[in-house]
């Protein structure tokens, strides 16, 4: 058996997105293995652990005394840095792009919750991996699910009903989100929280500025094309808040599922029964299928994908929560035959 471990330093575990001052905890980009027998996926990862825990566990007291707080998608991870400003140490676990649904925890994941002071994760079963590990876990953070101060819509998965994870595509939840957070942050710093009201406070500004945007743009649409078919069902607080209809998607509510060719042939007849100038493909799913969709229905595919699970990658136009929300606005209004004004953000 010939194991060949390519091995860098702990202080590259974590990989930093300098835009936002926030550390992603990306354990794959900053540790690389070639594997050259059959060892076993369980086998690794309990060497890779021990080899990471062995070598990260801090050996000096923390340099600094802010708060560490480690939040897991990366539309948490906007929100709290906005609110959070410089006066906390963020870490971020999912990097731009990541699928909260089928993520795969790292060992770095492991490190930076035993290290955290505050965990901030969206809940409703949105990150099933991280949610698994952090309760597994022993941990001394204050834990706190911010997607769970909204009460859910309820949506089908497997024959029983559950939660619908994906509460930000209405801004006002992303404005309780917000106030989660505040509250959150204030319990691990209190003689920070003058700043941190502050900081939620113009947010929130920003916030009601968008949800009022947003309500603007979806009314240009003809009332008879104001119907929503995407890749998966991720867009039901989006719809019911602007006043669309999700005629149909290719997969459920978790990106986990896998469509079968009874579906893709039963959403290409919604497709056509719907008589919609477009469907959607999603930024963090495979177009193969729903582009496969639009051509046996006869429809056009927009030409921009949505922003479901993630932000977009920094210099993307989708770069932080607002700028996603825009990005999607956008690319709905104008494939549905709306027309599109600028968001001018409030000063």
Known sequence: MLLLLRWETCSSLCCTDKRLNVAYS?????????????????????????????????????????????????ILTDLTQEVGGDEIELTGILPPGSDPHVYEPVPA?????????????????????????????????????????????Q???????V???????????????TRAIQAGLTRVAPEDQAEFARNADALIRELESLHAWIQQQIA????????????????????????????????????????????????????????????????????????????????????KPLYSDSIGAPGSNAATYVDMMVANTTTIVEALGGQVTPFVPPR
């Not at 309990?46 to 990471?52: A, F």
């Not at 949506?155 to 009903?161: F, P, S, T």
Request: glycine fraction near 8%.
């Open 109 to 153: 994941d492991t490190v930076a919750f035993e290290r955290a002071d505050l965990i901030l994760y969206n809940g409703f079963n949105l990150e099933p991996g991280l949610i698994r590990m952090m309760n597994a876990a022993g941990l001394r953070a204050e834990k706190l699910a911010v997607g769970e101060v909204v009460t859910p819509l």
């Open 155 to 161: 949506l089908e998965k497997e024959g029983v009903r």
């Open 220 to 303: 240009t649409i003809p009332p008879a094309q104001r119907r929503l078919i995407t890749t998966h069902d991720a867009f039901q607080y989006f719809a019911n808040a602007y006043g669309l209809e999700v005629m149909g998607t290719l997969i459920g509510i978790s990106t986990e599922e896998q469509p079968s060719a009874q579906r893709v042939q039963k959403l290409v007849e919604a497709v056509k029964s719907a008589r919609v100038p477009a469907i959607f493909a999603e930024t963090t799913i495979n177009p193969r299928l729903i582009t496969t969709v639009a051509e046996e229905a006869g429809v056009k595919l927009a030409p």
């Open 26 to 74: 990306n354990g794959t980009s900053c540790f690389r293995a070639a594997v050259f027998s059959s060892l076993s996926k369980l086998s690794l990862l309990g060497l890779v652990m021990g080899l990471l825990l062995g070598a990260c566990t801090p050996s000096a007291p923390r340099e600094s005394d802010k708060p560490r707080v480690v939040s897991t998608s990366t």
């Open 163 to 177: 939660p619908d994870p994906h509460v930000w595509g209405d801004v006002r939840n992303a404005i309780a989100m």
